[in-house]
């Protein structure tokens, strides 16, 4: 009985975070599923799609979240009213669908194409963790928040792999054992979902918000402690 309550409390608790998640950045959630589909058609239909052209759909639809993402965490912060939010949000991603558009029409790529790319990406990350604490007046809330994502990262990393051996002995016992026609197919789906998909979804729910996100005392984490917990749930 102890066991089944604490399962149902797990699947509960993901299930709500899984919620808040699409509730809160639901373009990135969008652009999650994008990707993944994108990669498990080419996965399907045997690469039938170029390297460049993944890498393309990959930074779109990459960069894309991270501009979700920086633009709510600003405006929970208060400093960036709705409308304007709106207004930012449309005009970057259109002039980042047509760098992608251009980058889509000058392929193969070469390294002075990929690197506004590397630096977009990159200045989206830092504005990420910087502007929604631009104006507190020590840095403990911004380092606890980057604390945050980092252990996040780690913790959902290790569950995307823990997820893929799991799915790939069950898919491994499927076919030895009843001969699953799809067992193959499976196996080239299973990597996507696991270690990317899920992660992402998970990542999503990790974001510090309210009070948690700007939490200013330096408190200590035992990160074994923390990880086995979360990849035991």
């Keep these: 009985m102890k066991i089944q309550n604490f399962a149902t409390r797990m699947v509960e608790s993901f299930s709500h975070g899984m919620k808040n998640a699409v509730v809160r950045y639901p373009y990135a959630c969008l652009m999650i599923l994008l990707l993944s589909g994108v990669m498990i058609y080419d996965s399907l239909n045997h690469g039938v799609l ?4 993944i890498g393309i759909t990959a930074y779109y639809c990459i960069t894309a979240a991270l501009i979700d993402i920086t633009l709510r965490l600003w405006r929970e912060s208060r400093e960036l009213k709705r409308d304007v939010a709106i207004l930012v949000f449309v005009v970057c991603q259109a002039l980042l669908f047509a760098h ?3 980058l889509w029409h000058v392929t193969p790529l070469c390294l002075p194409n990929m690197l506004p790319c590397w630096a977009i990406a990159g200045a989206i990350t830092v504005a990420l963790v910087y502007v929604p604490f631009r104006k507190e ?3 403990a ?5 980057v604390k945050s994502l980092i252990f996040g990262g780690i913790q959902c990393f290790c569950i995307g792999i823990l997820l893929f051996i799991a799915l790939m002995l069950l898919v491994h016992s499927l076919d030895f054992l009843f001969k ?5 197919e499976a ?9 990317h998909t899920v992660p992402a979804f998970l990542m999503l729910t990790r974001i510090p918000s309210g009070e948690e996100k700007y939490r200013r005392e ?3 984490m035992t990160f074994l402690k923390a990880t086995v917990r979360y990849l035991f749930i």
């Excluded at 170029?50 to 052209?53: G, I, P, Q, S, Y």
Aim: net charge negative; proline share 6%; hydrophobic share 55%.
């Design 137 to 139: 007046k020590t840095d």
């Design 100 to 102: 992608a558009l251009y």
């Design 180 to 184: 699953i026609s799809w067992a193959n």
């Design 218 to 220: 330096f408190t200590p």
């Design 141 to 145: 809330a911004m380092w606890n928040f």
């Design 50 to 53: 170029l390297a460049d052209e």
């Design 187 to 195: 196996m080239s789906v299973v990597p996507i979902i696991s270690m």
